[in-house]
């Protein structure tokens, strides 16, 4: 079983969100909230096309550049019995 780290679970990100959503009401101010599922998301997507898609995007966030950097140069290593084996990964989730 793993700890979640305190401060860090999913129902404190939650509370987290909501506070800043309620924050904002009261400041009458606008929000938007985009939630997402990527579990499976990267299956069968190359990661060139998500990448260009980023970039055609006019976002400037620390998600817009962080996301498509986690999918440049991505490596799979397994130990096969002639040795290791490394390749580049373009889609899918090892």
């Given at each position: 079983?793993?700890?979640?780290?305190?401060g860090k679970s999913a129902d404190d990100a939650l509370l987290h969100v909501t506070s800043l959503l309620e924050q904002a009401g009261r400041q009458e101010k606008?929000?938007?909230?985009?939630?997402?599922?990527?579990?499976g998301a990267f299956d069968s997507l190359q990661y060139?096309?998500?990448?260009?898609r980023f970039a055609s995007l006019s976002l400037f966030s620390n998600i817009s550049e962080t996301l498509p950097d986690t999918l440049k140069n991505r490596k799979v290593a397994m130990q096969t019995s002639e040795g290791p084996v490394l390749w580049e990964q373009t889609q899918g989730c090892p």
């Amino acid at each position: 079983m793993k700890i979640p780290r305190e401060g860090k679970s999913a129902d404190d990100a939650l509370l987290h969100v909501t506070s800043l959503l309620e924050q904002a009401g009261r400041q009458e101010k606008h929000t938007v909230v985009i939630s997402l599922d990527i579990s499976g998301a990267f299956d069968s997507l190359q990661y060139s096309s998500i990448r260009g898609r980023f970039a055609s995007l006019s976002l400037f966030s620390n998600i817009s550049e962080t996301l498509p950097d986690t999918l440049k140069n991505r490596k799979v290593a397994m130990q096969t019995s002639e040795g290791p084996v490394l390749w580049e990964q373009t889609q899918g989730c090892p």
